[in-house]
């Protein structure tokens, strides 16, 4: 089970679409936090180096993870108070996903759970370095978004 945190926005439907993706012994959990365009440029200035906006930043808190089994016991000092392994946090400019959605014509609800599913694949250990990590990056990506049918529009 996932448990996403999100004081903004109700995430509890991505994170039962996120039901049997990954193999794990003890729950999940992620925080997303929904901000301003001053902060998440702060924030990628400040980890990445980049200052600009942009539209989600992830900031996992395992390492090599990719498709692996999580076991509680592997990650002791990533447990929640809960019980759950903490796979970190999704920061997303709410600006840069109303202008996105707007730019690809699709709702702001789409691209607000695009945003997220891309950010929890990104603490899951997945990446889009290269094309063939992308193009797989990409199909998980949709795969949720199906299930909880949002669509391209």
């Known amino acids: ?3 996403i945190f999100c004081e903004q926005f109700d995430f509890s439907p991505l994170a039962e679409a996120f039901e049997g993706e990954v193999v794990s012994d003890c729950g999940l959990s992620a925080e997303i936090v929904i901000t301003d365009e001053s902060e998440i440029r702060s924030l990628n200035a400040e980890t990445r180096g980049i200052d600009s906006v942009t ?3 992830s900031f996992p808190s395992l390492d090599g993870i990719r498709g692996a089994e999580l076991r509680k016991a592997d990650f002791p000092y990533e447990t929640d108070e ?3 392994i903490f796979l970190g946090s999704i920061v997303i400019c709410e600006k840069r996903a109303k202008e996105q959605a707007e730019e690809f014509g699709h709702s702001y609800l789409r691209e607000l759970h695009y945003l997220a599913v ?3 694949w990104h603490l899951l250990g997945y990446d ?3 094309e063939t990590d992308k193009l797989e990056m990409r199909a998980k990506e949709e795969k949720i978004l199906s299930k909880l049918g949002i669509t391209r529009e």
């Open 55 to 57: 539209d989600v930043l």
């Open 82 to 84: 809960d019980g759950n």
């Open 128 to 130: 889009h370095m290269t």
């Open 118 to 120: 891309h950010g929890l």
């Open 1 to 3: 089970m996932l448990n």
